[in-house]
């Protein structure tokens, strides 16, 4: 007889578990309610700032007092203004001010390097959580207080979300998508490449579907494992190791039934496709941002037009790995190195005439597939394939958080909105290299760089 217990058994360990959890959790209340009634208000912050971005009027103003009070901002006052009993933080001249900075697409969990395809066969999953932790400070240290991150391997960076806001360990906010969805032998689909042997019988419980019917298994997983967000894979990709860049991986019928499925659940829908048709059944189906798109043609951008479409480029890793490749033969596996030299000349002239067309753009870089906390690379390219240099301000503040719906609380510095603030030592608008020039990091109202210099986390975790 084996020994252990039935499932029904277990089914009532963890209804036990969890009444007990809530009972607990209704006797702490009271207790935690007058705890936080104990506890004495913050004193207020006056943050004054040589200039500042209106990244909602798309202007930039001068001298102005951004007052903040616990975790919120509280008044913006034009000029340089004292609050009683507040403490006064002086900008360096020169700098200017913006919104904490959003970035909506990276792999927090991950970075590739050299050895990366060996280490995903080495690597336990608490070697990358570590490490997680690590990329996080750096892009939080980079002015990004808000990052959506679009993929992982097993929901490590909820976690990591969770453990950022308890705060255990500094980091941006984090709405995490968990792993993406995609279709066998698809770009979501880590069997690629393996010999037959390793690779794994997955499912929609592994992000794996074949059929609308799994398309709604796997969106009810994800939000059973407490996602903010969902990312689908249409085609392929670039750092797979398959053969195709842009195929079409999911069909209509499957793409449709995750973009309903996800939005029924409240989810926004982001989309990695790069090739026309995959990008064209996205659209259709109602999803709310095209990642890459490198091979977007004439008819997808009148598609995404008309349909409200959000287009996050990630410019910058297009030419990453362009560069890499021509600068190494052997900088990838042979399958990859021939995706990656074709995929960065192509992507900049997508991005440049998509802006000309009139989609709309939100920020975003895929930062993993080059090292965390060089998110701000994306800036210059924006601008040199034709953008102003304050729309692609606009793309990383206000278009991003009303992509990701958030921009009651994020992408502009105003009154009761999170005290996400970061100051780069310059003019981005005359000089937009300056964006990788942070020189102060507030988020919600906990200064993490001041003058340059990092300063010392204290966690605030109990």
């Not at 990642?291 to 996050?312: C, I, N, P, R, S």
Request: with cysteine.
């Amino acid at each position: 007889m084996a020994v252990g217990f039935s499932m029904t058994a277990g089914r009532r360990t963890r209804r036990a578990v969890h009444a007990f959890a809530l009972l607990a959790g209704c006797a702490l209340a009271p207790l935690a309610a007058q705890a936080q009634d104990a506890a004495p208000a913050a004193k207020p912050v006056v943050l004054h700032c040589p200039a500042l971005l209106d990244s909602v009027a798309g202007k930039m103003l001068g001298q102005s007092s951004v007052v903040v009070q616990g975790d919120r901002v509280t008044e913006v006052a034009a000029g340089y203004v004292t609050r009683p009993d507040a403490e006064v933080v002086e900008l360096a001249a020169g700098d200017t001010c913006l919104p904490g900075l959003i970035d909506a697409h990276v792999h927090i969990s991950m970075e590739f390097t050299p050895t990366i395809y060996s280490d995903m066969l080495h690597f336990n999953q608490a070697d990358w959580v570590v490490r997680s932790t690590v990329w996080a400070k750096r892009t939080l240290l980079g002015g990004f207080t808000t990052v959506r991150n679009l993929g992982d391997s097993h929901y490590e960076t909820v976690a990591l979300r969770d453990q950022i806001n308890k705060g255990w360990v500094p980091g941006p906010r984090i709405l995490s998508a968990g792993p993406a969805i995609g279709s066998t032998g698809g770009h979501a689909d880590d069997g690629d490449g393996l010999r037959m042997d390793l690779q794994p019988d997955v499912g929609p419980h592994d992000s794996i579907i074949n059929g609308p019917s799994d398309a709604w298994k796997a969106v009810r997983e994800h939000y059973k494992q407490n996602v903010d967000t969902i990312k689908i894979m249409t085609t392929g990709g670039v750092l797979d190791l398959s053969g195709s860049v842009d195929n079409s991986q999911l069909t209509e019928e499957e793409t449709k039934a995750l973009v309903t499925a996800a939005h029924e659940y409240g989810y926004i829908v982001g989309v990695h496709a790069h090739g026309a048709e995959g990008i064209r059944r996205a659209v259709v189906a109602g999803a709310d941002s095209i990642e890459h798109g490198t091979f977007m043609d004439a008819q997808d951008m009148k598609l995404m037009k008309e349909h409200g479409t959000y287009y996050v480029p990630t410019i910058y890793t297009g030419t990453y790995v362009t560069e890499k490749a021509k600068a190494n033969p052997h900088a990838y596996p042979p399958a990859v190195q021939a995706k990656a030299l074709m995929v960065g000349p192509q992507l900049l002239k997508t991005v440049g005439d998509a802006y000309k067309a009139g989609v709309k753009f939100a920020y975003g870089t895929d930062a993993g597939v080059f090292p965390h906390g060089d998110n701000w690379k994306d800036f210059p390219l924006l601008v040199q394939v034709g953008m102003p240099a304050m729309y692609a301000l606009q793309m990383a503040t206000i278009n991003a958080a009303t992509l990701l719906k958030k921009d009651k609380d994020l992408g502009s510095v105003a009154a009761g909105k999170y005290a996400d603030i970061v100051a780069v030592s310059g003019n981005p608008l005359t000089d937009i290299t300056v964006m990788g020039k942070v020189d102060f990091v507030m988020k919600g109202g906990i200064v993490f760089k001041k003058g340059g210099a990092e300063q010392v986390f204290t966690s605030t975790a109990h």
